[in-house]
Structure formats: structure tokens, C-alpha cells
């Protein structure tokens, strides 16, 4: 009930601060525009917070002795480190160590003894054992390498019956979990992400988005005739932007929703399985003007502990989120600045470190972070592997370093509850706005209560019901006693 009242304000605020904006001229800026960092409080109400990513370096293709980069698309860091650079406009991969030195440039092969190379290719993605997959979206097709640059396999365009006739297959992106199953991102695919099996057949879509109708469009389309139908736009899902994939084979993805969850976590039968249980569901900015609109996510990169980051490519900023999809700390932006953008379109992170890829501009940018990023991401990793201790130390000190981040006074009491420090943990819970994990810790506590009084309570009332027999004997043997002197 709270959250349903809480989430009618932030609507209602949200509507009155899009008027206010369309009354000055779209002069209103989105919120905490200037400031370079800060959260959403339990109210919607953003409140500035200490900078948790800076802009450290600048890495350009000439600066690493590849050449300048030309419209590069995609990132990829494998777990040793390794940085994989897609530069699409020179249809080549630059691989560089986690010193950013060049290792290598791909920018062919040899397929059935011909020399073979990429056209266009927007999405890459590095398996474990160093495999490439490219989506060369020019040839139409997703090529397989090994980690001496031989063949695996090609995917072309698939032949199966939930496929049109006249399909044209333009793989954008591309990820593998650890059975060897490949997921596509094709353009003009609203069905979901197309899954291949091991040997490269089509097998099935998977995760397809919801259909957003929108009531005036529909309205019309009941009171319109047929040819009028014809000529109006269609209700269809929208497509996904991007995704990844994480150790244990589960999908993380972005889409183009403007009012549906913009973040999604797949499992393998393709169900949206993501927590969000913070204050606001993770989609980025939840206040904007009218006329620059939501955030559009276009990236997503997948950490450890179940931390996840999005970029939004109309602010040029990158969200971070938690496990339970709280909000942790946002960087970045569009600007000329060290540590902003001109087109972001890429974020991978490299360690405690984030790299962001400009396609415009050709350049990466490297972040690393501040004291109060490596206390807050540490403080969430420290509860997500049980360590109750240091999470509540980690937290403490994060709230020194931020009293604004309610979250962590969740993460405080939920370190409290599960060493069994449920009174205090519903101080912490109260402080926090987290009416579910209060009303837990708070059964947890009476429970607790009456478990440690209870033999005490029952003594009493055994005692208490003793004497109430004894005294209602006694007034029996007494009554009798004057009921024999009467007569």
C-alpha cells in the first residue's frame, strides 16, 4: 500500500514537473542536471551524492598505435582482462591488454582456404576459451572463430517456419552461455532474441517483449474503418537494444519500452526474472522534460554480485543498479569534458574500472573509481557473499560518506537481520522506507520476544492459576464451614 501511494506521488510529481517545463519553454532541465552525481531518494526526489566515477583517461586508436578508430560499436572484457575493441568502420577488432597496449588486430580470416573479412559488424562477444563471435551485419551473418582465428562455424540466414519467407537477417548483437547456445539481436526481429543451438541451428525466439497499447491510438482504431486501420501504426513489442550474459547463463537485456520495464533478466525458458524490489523500478532517469523524454537504455554490462550497469544514450550516463534493483551511483554525460560523451554506445567494466565507448568521437574512456565507489560496490558485494560483518562495517561507512543513499541503511538492517539483530534491524528498516523487510524483521522480533519470555510467561500462569485454585478452594471450604454455624 505504501509503494502503490509512494509511486502515485512520483507520477503525479513527475506530470507537474513536465508541465512546469512545457510553461517555461522546455527550459527545465531534467533532474540534477549540473550535478555530477546523485540518487533518487524513497520520495523521487533526486538528492546529490558524492562522485563514486571519474574520468581518469582518454584511449584513442591512434593513441594505442592501431590507427584511428572509424564508428566502433561494441565492447567486449574477458575474464583475464583482455579488451575487445569492434571498430565497424574499418571492419576489424583491436585486442588490447588491461594496460590498454595492443596485443592484436583482426581484420580477416581464412575461411575453406580463401581469405574472408568483415562488412559493418556491430555486435562481438568473447567466450571463455578465447572464442570470437562477430555479428557482421553486412555479410548477414554471425561468424565463429576460435582463438587462432580458424572457422567454427557460420550462421547464415536461418530457414524455419516461425521465420517469413522474405526474412532478412541482420544480426546486431551477439552473446554465448556456457552449453554453447548462441542468442542474436537481429534488426526488425520483435519476436525476442534468436537462439542457435551448439551446431548453429535456429531453434526457437526467446524473451519477447510485451505490447504496449496506447489508449488514444486504440480509441481511434475502434472508431476508424478498415482502409483508415490499414494506414495506422501497428501494435507490435518492441525490439531489444542490447544485452549480456552472466556466469550462470542468464540474459540481461535492454529494450526501447517507454512505459514497460526497460531492464530485463531472461532465464532459460525466457521469463523476465529481475528483482525490483527498490524504491523504483531500474529504467534510469525517473524525472525528464517532456521534450527530451526517458532515458533510452542502449547498453548493458552484467558485474559480479549481480551488480549491472546501463548506459542512456540521451544523457550519456551510466546507471548502476544492485542485485534487489536499487539504484547505487550514475556517471558520465554529454559534453566535452573529460569523463563525458558525444555518442556513448558501448560499457563494459575491466576490474573495479568502466570503459565507455564513443562512436562518434572514436574514443574510450576510461573511469575508475572514487573512495565512495569502491566502499558502496564493496559493501554490496560483502552481503551478496554473506559476509554480515563486513557489510554492516561497509555500509556504516558508506551512510558517513552519503547520509542521502537510503538503500544502505537497508543494506544495514539487512546485515542486522541476519545475525538475529532484529530490533535494531527495524530501526534501520524504519530509516530505509522498507515496509516489507520491517514488517519481517518485526515478526522475527516478537517471535524472538516471546520465544525468550515464554517459559517465564508460562510460570506465571501457572502460578497465577494455582492461586486462582487455591483461593476458589478456599472459599469453597469457608463458605461450607459458615453454611454448618448457620444452621
Known amino acids: 500500500m505504501l509503494k502503490n501511494i509512494q509511486k502515485l506521488k512520483v507520477s503525479i510529481g ?47 586508436g591512434n593513441g594505442i598505435g592501431a590507427g584511428p578508430f572509424k564508428e566502433p560499436s561494441d565492447l567486449h572484457v574477458t575474464a583475464d582482462h583482455q579488451i575487445y575493441v569492434l571498430d565497424s568502420g ?52 554471425v561468424v565463429h572463430l576460435d582463438q587462432n582465428l580458424n572457422v567454427v562455424k557460420i550462421l547464415n540466414a536461418p530457414q524455419s517456419e516461425l521465420l517469413s519467407s522474405n526474412f532478412d537477417f541482420q544480426p546486431v548483437r551477439v552473446v554465448v552461455d556456457k552449453a554453447q547456445r548462441i542468442y542474436v539481436m537481429a534488426i ?23 505490447v504496449y497499447v496506447d489508449p488514444v491510438e486504440l480509441f481511434w482504431k475502434r472508431l476508424s474503418t478498415q482502409a483508415q486501420r490499414s494506414q495506422m501504426v501497428m501494435f507490435t513489442p518492441t525490439e531489444f537494444t542490447n544485452l549480456d550474459i552472466n556466469e550462470e547463463g542468464f540474459i540481461y537485456a535492454t529494450n526501447g519500452d517507454l512505459w514497460g ?31 527530451i523524454g526517458p532515458s533510452r537504455l542502449i547498453d548493458i554490462d552484467v558485474g559480479d554480485s549481480e551488480i549491472y550497469s546501463v548506459l542512456d544514450s540521451k544523457r550519456g550516463r551510466v546507471f548502476t543498479y544492485n542485485g534487489d534493483g536499487h539504484f547505487m551511483y550514475v556517471f558520465g554525460g554529454l559534453g566535452n569534458r573529460l569523463g563525458e560523451f558525444n555518442t556513448p554506445t558501448a560499457v563494459e567494466h575491466i576490474g573495479e574500472d568502466f570503459i565507455v565507448l564513443d562512436k562518434a568521437l572514436g574514443e574510450i574512456t ?94 506465571g500462569i ?26
Not at 550535478?35 to 571519474?54: E, K, L, M
Not at 556491430?122 to 576459451?129: A, D, K, S, Y
Not at 564493496?378 to 556504516?396: C, F, H, I, Q, T
Open 462 to 487: 501457572a502460578i497465577l492459576a494455582v492461586i486462582a485454585f487455591a483461593v476458589g478452594r478456599w472459599r469453597k471450604i469457608t463458605g461450607r464451614k459458615r453454611g454448618v454455624e448457620i444452621e
Open 14 to 60: 513527475v506530470a507537474l514537473c513536465c508541465l512546469i517545463g512545457m510553461s517555461a519553454g522546455g527550459s527545465l532541465a531534467y533532474a540534477a542536471d549540473g550535478d555530477a552525481s546523485y540518487n533518487y531518494s524513497f520520495w523521487g526526489n533526486p538528492v546529490s551524492a558524492p562522485v563514486a566515477y571519474q574520468g581518469t583517461e582518454l584511449l584513442t
Open 90 to 141: 574499418n571492419n576489424r577488432i583491436i585486442v588490447m591488454d588491461q594496460q590498454y597496449n595492443l596485443l592484436q588486430i583482426i581484420d580477416s580470416f581464412v575461411r575453406e582456404g580463401q581469405q574472408d573479412s568483415f562488412l559493418s559488424p556491430q555486435g562481438l562477444f568473447v567466450t571463455e576459451q578465447k572464442d570470437i563471435l562477430v555479428a557482421d551485419t553486412g555479410n548477414k551473418r
Open 188 to 210: 526488425g526481429v520483435f519476436d525476442g532474441f534468436m537462439e542457435f543451438n551448439s551446431d548453429g541451428q535456429f531453434t526457437s525466439f526467446i524473451g519477447a517483449n510485451r
Open 261 to 291: 520495464d526497460t531492464i530485463k533478466k531472461l532465464n532459460a525458458q525466457g521469463n523476465d526474472i529481475l528483482r525490483r524490489t527498490g524504491y523504483y523500478a531500474p529504467e534510469g532517469d525517473i524525472w525528464y522534460t517532456s521534450d
Open 366 to 459: 576510461v573511469f575508475e573509481p572514487t573512495s565512495y565507489g569502491r566502499v558502496i560496490n564493496e559493501a554490496v558485494r560483502s552481503y551478496y557473499r554473506g559476509d554480515e560483518e563486513k557489510a554492516l562495517e561497509l555500509y556504516n561507512e558508506t551512510i558517513n560518506l552519503n547520509a542521502n543513499l537510503e538503500f544502505a541503511y537497508a543494506g544495514i538492517g539487512k546485515a542486522l537481520l541476519r545475525q538475529g539483530n532484529y530490533n535494531e534491524a527495524m530501526r534501520y528498516f524504519k530509516q530505509s522506507y522498507d515496509q516489507e523487510n520491517y514488517s519481517k524483521a518485526f515478526l522475527l522480533y516478537r517471535k524472538q520476544v516471546l520465544r525468550e519470555y515464554f517459559p517465564s510467561i508460562m510460570t
